[in-house]
């Protein structure tokens, strides 16, 4: 670990004269800071985590200043695992860099790997677009993750950890990408969109037909849309187009939607679109492939009630009533007679039980 750390900083240091800062602990950072500081992408950029300081196993929000002079933010973290050498533990929270890195990135790697108890998901995303799959973390041995993103101009790169269990991240890299010269084309229209796996809080969508770059769906109540995406414009989750709200955005032409809410119908509105090696995108089909998924009544969770604690419970009740309302001497009166009961109830069921052995006994 110490010869990876100042090893990478003798490098840095002796070839491009960036200085290193340390992590720190700041709570609440992440919601408040400004992303102003621009980073060029020249020749590629990487993250190897060497710069988080000492490490330290509570989790809160780190902000640190790593490779090529990139500034970062992860919450909910945690510094003190490794992986390949030093690396960032995330629970559920993100890892983000603060600065901007412009001039585009291509192709983005990382390694990941489970660590403690529990699987998590982890999902890549570039300027609030997700890229891939959702990936389950669930190895304690290293896997890198590769994916091409190909966007163009200034990037934020954030990969975030859900499911309350822990993943570490290590050794980050990615290339440069150029915009190219090539307009957009819009895909063909989905064939259809189908649902599976409905419950009361999530259901599995498919997307059938289309070969796009990015896939966004849009939910309403409404059985129509009162306005479609704008082409050249980017959508995030949550953002409203045409009465409705937009629930996923994606490359995955097979995703989940979670946090449904039980006994409602969703309208979905699928619009395949291509941006990727083409200029004046996301390109939009004209028209949405649409689908309504129903999700179901949450099943009841039932419960039983044996009724054993019931003569100590009246028992206890009575007592604590005639505590309150009897003077002190009434009071040690009472115990003492309770006592008395106890006692004779003790040495009866004692010498029944003696004469009942002695009679079967006698007689056997």
């Not at 309403?220 to 479609?228: C, D, E, K, N, P």
């Not at 953002?239 to 449904?260: E, M, R």
């Not at 005639?322 to 004692?350: I, K, R």
Request: negative net charge.
């Amino acid at each position: 670990m110490f010869k990876k750390r100042f090893l990478l900083a003798l490098a840095l240091a002796g070839m491009t004269g960036l200085s290193f800062g340390n992590l720190n602990t700041i709570s609440g950072l992440f919601s408040t800071q400004a992303t102003t500081a621009t980073v060029a992408c020249t020749g590629g950029g990487s993250e190897s985590f060497s710069n988080l300081g000492s490490s330290s196993s509570s989790y809160s929000t780190r902000v640190w200043t790593g490779d090529n002079g990139v500034e970062w933010t992860a919450t909910d973290a945690r510094t003190d695992q490794d992986l390949n050498g030093d690396a960032i533990a995330v629970r559920s929270g993100s890892l983000k860099n603060t600065s901007i890195v412009s001039d585009g990135v291509g192709t983005i790697n990382f390694d990941y790997a489970r660590v403690f108890s529990g699987n998590s998901t982890l999902q890549l995303f570039v300027n609030g677009v997700q890229y891939g799959a959702d990936i389950t973390v669930s190895s304690t041995s290293a896997t890198t993750f590769t994916q091409v993103v190909n966007v163009s101009g200034d990037v934020v790169i954030e990969l975030i950890n859900s499911g309350g269990k822990r993943t570490i991240i290590d050794d980050l890299s990615w290339d440069c990408y150029s915009a190219p010269t090539v307009p957009c084309a819009a895909p063909v229209a989905a064939t259809s969109a189908t649902s599976s796996n409905v419950t009361a809080t999530s259901a599995d969508i498919s997307v059938v037909g289309a070969t796009a770059d990015t896939y966004l769906v849009v939910s309403s109540a409404s059985a129509t849309l009162s306005a479609g995406p704008v082409d050249a414009t980017e959508y995030a989750v949550n953002d409203n187009i045409g009465g409705g709200q937009v629930v996923y955005v994606g490359t995955d032409a097979n995703f989940t939607l979670s946090n449904l809410t039980e006994d409602t119908d969703y309208n979905l509105f699928v619009y395949p679109n291509n941006n990727v090696d083409c200029t004046g995108g996301p390109l939009y089909t004209a028209t949405s492939t649409d689908l309504t998924v129903s999700t179901p009544v949450a099943p009841c969770i039932g419960a039983n009630e044996t009724f054993s604690n019931f003569g100590q419970l009246l028992m206890l009740e009575l007592t604590k009533t005639l505590m309150v309302t009897l003077s002190l001497l009434e009071q040690v009166l009472y115990l003492t007679m309770l006592l008395l009961l106890v006692v004779l109830v003790h040495f009866l069921s004692t010498t029944l039980e003696y004469f009942l052995t002695t009679l079967f006994l006698k007689y056997l």
